[in-house]
């Protein structure tokens, strides 16, 4: 009886545990289910973070990133970072939150609970993603380090948002471009009409391209820099057969595998800014010659002929502004016959060019 009377007395003592542990449980479910509260986000993308005109900027939430035209909008499968500081207290509300998009734009939510006592709050995003973000003191800047697959994205990064709290239930973020984008246009400037047309472009690839590096970003000022870390890839722009067609009035952007009309039909791809130095970044063309008959005498086609064309002395003070299109024009000049044949980018230099459709770049 008493080793009975025993184990009723301990079997109690555990239903009495068991439901204070289950009760405690719902508590601390309906605390923290009561306190989280929906943050929703008005997306739109910039080329410089200055909202002009409706023209010059685009609301990005259902846009993609084709690897067909490297459109640098937000791909709403891909989150963005975002992040939260209470200046006023010197805390970190925010760390690194993944905010995630959908049929409605993108969203988040987070804890009211744990912000108490907190008036406003300093909201900073980045686009895309990454694992971790490192802070300088008081939190008025943050590291974000950009892999190749990152940068391949098209970086972007938003201008810090002042918000009180009880505004948090819809936050406008203006992201702006925070790499550089280059693409390339080509034509036959051969002056001799009966050497014209005998180019095709069989291959394009540039040389040394800065592709990884770490973003500072100043939440204060909403500027950044970039640290590059040391990472150069080449960047295979044009592979195929395509007849380059004659005279300036005929050039063409240079595709994946075709010269197209449009820009946003290029291959185009995005690069860390970065200073160009003698001998170092350059474009590489590979090109055939048709056979031809020349004063009586015929000339067996060439094939695989190869030219690098450098970059140093084409760019103001030599180096790359992020947040900027560069379009390299390049003039292929069947000069001599009687010569090793060669060509040289004669059309024009590289430009600089802010344009109105958001989503060219």
């Known amino acids: 009886m008493k080793r009975f009377a025993f184990y009723l007395t301990s079997l109690l003592a555990l239903l009495a545990v068991a439901c204070n542990q289950i009760d405690e449980g719902l508590d601390l479910e309906l605390d923290s289910s009561s306190k989280q509260q929906k943050m929703n986000f008005d997306i739109m993308v910039t080329r410089d973070g200055q909202v002009v005109s409706k023209e010059r900027v685009g609301v990005m939430t259902r846009g993609s990133v084709d690897t067909s035209d490297k459109l640098a909008t937000m791909d709403e499968d891909v989150p963005f970072g975002l992040i939260g500081i209470d200046f006023e207290h010197n805390r970190l509300l925010i760390d690194n939150a993944n905010v995630t998009g959908g049929k409605e734009g993108y969203s988040t939510f987070f804890d009211g609970f744990l912000w108490n006592g907190t008036e406003k709050v300093n909201l900073s995003a980045y686009y895309p993603r990454v694992g971790s973000v490192d802070y300088g003191d008081g939190y008025e800047s943050y590291s974000i380090p950009y892999t190749v697959k990152e940068t391949d994205a098209g970086p972007l990064v938003s201008k810090t948002v002042e918000r009180a709290i009880d505004q948090l239930n819809m936050v406008?973020?203006?992201?702006?471009?925070?790499?550089?984008?280059?693409?390339?246009?080509?034509?036959?400037?051969?002056?001799?009409?009966?050497?014209?047309?005998?180019?095709?472009?069989?291959?394009?690839?540039?040389?040394?391209?800065?592709?990884?590096?770490?973003?500072?970003?100043?939440?204060?000022?909403?500027?950044?820099?970039?640290?590059?870390?040391?990472?150069?890839?080449?960047?295979?722009?044009?592979?195929?057969?395509?007849?380059?067609?004659?005279?300036?009035?005929?050039?063409?952007?240079?595709?994946?595998?075709?010269?197209?009309?449009?820009?946003?039909?290029?291959?185009?791809?995005?690069?860390?800014?970065?200073?160009?130095?003698?001998?170092?970044?350059?474009?590489?063309?590979?090109?055939?010659?048709?056979?031809?008959?020349?004063?009586?005498?015929?000339?067996?086609?060439?094939?695989?002929?190869?030219?690098?064309?450098?970059?140093?002395?084409?760019?103001?003070?030599?180096?790359?502004?992020?947040?900027?299109?560069?379009?390299?024009?390049?003039?292929?000049?069947?000069?001599?016959?009687?010569?090793?044949?060669?060509?040289?980018?004669?059309?024009?230099?590289?430009?600089?060019?802010?344009?109105?459709?958001?989503?060219?770049?």
């Not at 693409?183 to 001799?192: A, Q, R, S, V």
Request: hydrophobic share 35%.
């Open 172 to 361: 406008p973020l203006v992201f702006q471009h925070i790499t550089n984008d280059i693409g390339y246009k080509i034509c036959d400037i051969t002056p001799d009409k009966s050497l014209q047309g005998l180019i095709h472009l069989r291959k394009v690839t540039a040389t040394n391209v800065a592709s990884a590096g770490v973003y500072v970003n100043d939440v204060l000022s909403g500027s950044g820099v970039w640290h590059k870390q040391g990472y150069y890839r080449k960047v295979v722009v044009f592979e195929g057969d395509a007849k380059v067609g004659v005279g300036s009035e005929n050039e063409l952007f240079v595709g994946y595998d075709a010269l197209v009309e449009r820009m946003a039909d290029s291959h185009r791809y995005y690069s860390i800014p970065d200073d160009i130095e003698i001998g170092k970044q350059c474009v590489e063309v590979v090109f055939d010659v048709e056979g031809f008959k020349h004063n009586n005498y015929y000339y067996e086609p060439l094939k695989n002929q190869v030219r690098k064309f450098m970059l140093y002395g084409l760019l103001p003070d030599n180096v790359f502004v992020f947040g900027k299109q560069y379009t390299f024009h390049i003039g292929l000049d069947l000069s001599s016959i009687y010569r090793e044949i060669t060509f040289a980018p004669a059309v024009a230099d590289w430009e600089t060019t802010i344009y109105e459709n958001n989503e060219d770049f």
